[in-house]
């Protein structure tokens, strides 16, 4: 008897483990992308006819496109938004800084067990306020803010010691990598994280790679004719800008390809989306009209950025939600994918990735001091808004279907009746937060 059930409790053990075993294994994998200045005109399933993105467009044709992610209007401000899923107004201190007491999505995942990886732009140790900021030279900052490893530019190095993109100034756990001048900064990036995925495959992961596409300096990627001509790969010059998207294409479809050569494709929750909107030199052509890009500006042009989410056997094919999300929202999304309750200020649209019910946000609020620069700090502001209406705490009140480019206020005396009511929702909704001081 004793033998029997000495059996039944070894049966009973190997079940429990295999069990356990089992759901870590179905912990979704999450890979967060994120481009550098590129607006959603950038992208031809976004209507763009200036440039061709066939993998990011089929992504969407296979997952799930959002028409109306607000982004901050400048990189760092982005980052340690949807790093920590706070509003500026709680944790932002100095442009290309994040406090080394922030609890990032990195901690997060950590938390959750997950195997964590950052690779791409860092640019958050404070490296222009070396006199404020005592840590500004610590390489190990990523580990202490969540990354178990990391590859990157612009850790404890500025950008006048090295680039980012031909011959790159890299540093990866702890060690810069050698220079080459044929070395392309994307591909070191990219590579790195494929090699991640390789040797973490069968444990869960969450990966975010922060591009240094798209942003300027506009150089030749290793696909452009120009690029074999050395003294060429340092040119600064528009003209680049489309081998740039094709490129951050590229990259993209390389991390999805080693997903399904592993075969853990359908397993992995792949999201891609951009900072902040394009770079105000480049001018782009959609079907519905032309674009100038908007970085660092409070307007469309600077804040509607591209959010594709794929994910394979869980999202409905070419699904599309046209309702807002805010950058705070990935935070909240990871949290519940975790299922972890941390402090934050987002909005989970986890449930709407697996197609249950989901009520969607009732307005977007961007609190916005860049502390960078006398161009984009004169776009110092406040907005809360809706799909079709925004309102900025000086009161300046737009439509937006009629008025993209913000240049004529509504007038209180000729609201329609339901225009009133927005403004005094939206009014409402701008007295939740703190007003600049």
């Not at 901690?107 to 900021?133: H, P, S």
């Not at 050395?230 to 951050?248: G, P, S």
């Not at 394979?312 to 699904?319: D, F, L, M, R, V």
Request: proline share 4%; with cysteine; charged share 25%.
């Amino acid at each position: 008897m004793s033998k029997v059930i000495k059996l039944i409790v070894c049966l009973l053990v190997i079940m429990v483990f295999s069990c356990g075993s089992k759901a870590i294994k179905t912990k979704p994998n999450v890979i967060l992308i994120m481009a550098d200045d590129m607006g959603y005109e950038c992208l031809s399933t976004y209507g763009s006819t200036s440039y061709n993105t066939p993998i990011l467009d089929s992504l969407a044709a296979n997952g799930m496109q959002f028409n109306n992610c607000v982004s901050q209007p400048l990189c760092t401000p982005s980052r340690v938004k949807i790093m920590t899923g706070l509003y500026n107004y709680r944790n932002y201190d100095y442009f290309g800084h994040l406090k080394t007491d922030a609890y990032t999505f990195g901690n997060l995942m950590q938390d959750a067990d997950y195997e964590t990886c950052i690779a791409g732009k860092w640019q958050l140790n404070g490296l222009a306020y070396k006199d404020e900021i005592n840590d500004w030279n610590d390489n190990t900052k990523p580990n202490r803010l969540g990354f178990d490893e990391y590859c990157l530019w612009q850790l404890t190095h500025e950008r006048k010691d090295g680039g980012r993109f031909a011959n790159p100034l890299i540093e990866q756990n702890g060690k810069l990598l050698e220079r080459n001048e044929d070395a392309y900064g994307p591909d070191i990036f990219s590579d790195y994280i494929v090699n991640f995925i390789e040797r973490k495959k069968d444990k869960p992961f969450f990966v975010y790679y922060p591009m240094v596409l798209v942003h300027d300096p506009f150089v030749p990627t290793p696909d452009s004719e120009d690029w074999k001509y050395k003294e060429k790969r340092y040119k600064n010059d528009t003209i680049y800008f489309k081998d740039m998207v094709a490129y951050t294409d590229k990259i993209v479809g390389k991390i999805t390809n080693k997903l399904k050569d592993l075969e853990i494709q359908d397993n992995t929750i792949v999201i891609f989306v951009a900072d902040n909107g394009t770079h105000y030199s480049i001018h782009s052509k959609t079907k519905e009209r032309n674009i100038q890009g908007a970085k660092g500006n409070t307007t469309d042009g600077g804040t509607h950025v591209p959010l594709i989410v794929s994910w394979p056997k869980t999202i409905k094919k070419g699904s599309v939600h046209n309702d807002l999300i805010e950058f705070n929202d990935f935070f909240s999304t990871l949290s519940d994918i975790t299922k972890q309750e941390v402090k934050h200020d987002g909005k989970s649209f986890y449930s709407l990735l697996k197609g249950d019910a989901y009520t969607p946000r009732s307005s977007a609020f961007v609190h916005y001091d860049p502390r960078w620069g006398k161009r984009v700090s004169q776009y110092r502001n406040q907005f809360v808004r809706i799909l079709n209406y925004k309102l900025y705490q000086d009161g300046k009140f737009y439509n937006l279907n009629e008025d993209i480019l913000e240049e004529q206020p509504l007038s209180n005396d000729f609201l329609t009746e339901k225009e009133m009511e927005i403004k005094f929702f939206l009014e409402k909704e701008l007295k939740k937060h703190p007003k600049f001081k």
